[in-house]
């Protein structure tokens, strides 16, 4: 069965610090996909990165990174000199290449980063 | 723009009311989804869509139906027999394949009055 566990439910850190989100899925596919989400306080979830299950390539976007092992089952996401923008909710999701198109989603881990 | 468009942002529904949630997208999307978020709990599926006239229940279906009429619509209704239905109601939708991010509208909160 797939799953994703987003065992830190909530995190606060002082602005300019760094912090890392942990995602740690389970999946008996081959392939299959990951993908991070940020829910502001307005509520919309925004799309941050994708990654699929034969590129293990760790990437940097700005002040994000994702580090993603095969070997842990888990796909990290750290932010770098945080600031207080980056406050919201953060949902690690994964989805299986044959599952009729549907995420499944964890249950999110909620930062806050104080000024 | 392109995006979806969720309506109204906040919505109140009686004892034994139906209520229905509209969902536009113009992003030319064929999937589209509904969830359901909860404090602590994530995201539910409810109803997916993939193809127009077509749609399947998620994980939580019961007390909610569905209509896919048109590609860029899809309304979810909370029946009455949804009987703990306050909460916040996500509507998003997806090029089809499961390597496509699904992009989100800006949700409706629901409350029981």
């Known amino acids: 069965a797939q799953k994703v566990t987003q065992a830190q439910t909530e995190i606060s850190v002082v602005e300019k610090e760094d912090v890392t989100l942990d995602c740690v899925y389970e999946t008996r596919d081959t392939t299959y996909y990951l993908f991070w989400y940020k829910q502001p306080p307005s509520g919309e979830l925004v799309f941050l990165i994708r990654r699929n299950s034969f590129d293990e390539q760790n990437e940097i976007s700005g002040r994000y990174s994702w580090n993603f092992q095969k070997s842990t089952s888990s796909f990290n996401f750290t932010i770098t000199a945080s600031q207080v923008v980056d406050s919201a909710v953060y949902f690690c999701a994964l989805s299986e290449a044959d599952r009729d198109d549907k995420i499944i989603f964890g249950k999110g881990t909620r930062l806050h980063i104080l000024p | 723009d392109g995006g979806i468009t969720q309506s109204p942002k906040y919505l109140f529904r009686k004892e034994g009311q139906n209520v229905t949630l509209s969902c536009e997208q113009n992003l030319n999307h064929d999937a589209m989804y509904w969830y359901r978020q909860d404090p602590g709990q994530g995201l539910r599926l409810i109803y997916y869509?993939?193809?127009?006239?077509?749609?399947q229940k998620g994980d939580i279906a019961e007390g909610y139906s569905v209509s896919r009429e048109k590609k860029e619509s899809f309304p979810l209704t909370v029946t009455s027999a949804q009987k703990n239905p306050t909460a916040f109601y996500l509507c998003?939708?997806?090029?089809?394949?499961?390597?496509?991010?699904?992009?989100f509208g800006d949700g409706t909160r629901l409350s029981i009055l």
């Open positions: 998003a939708s997806s090029d089809r394949g499961g390597d496509q991010p699904q992009h």
């Open positions: 869509s993939q193809i127009v006239n077509d749609f």
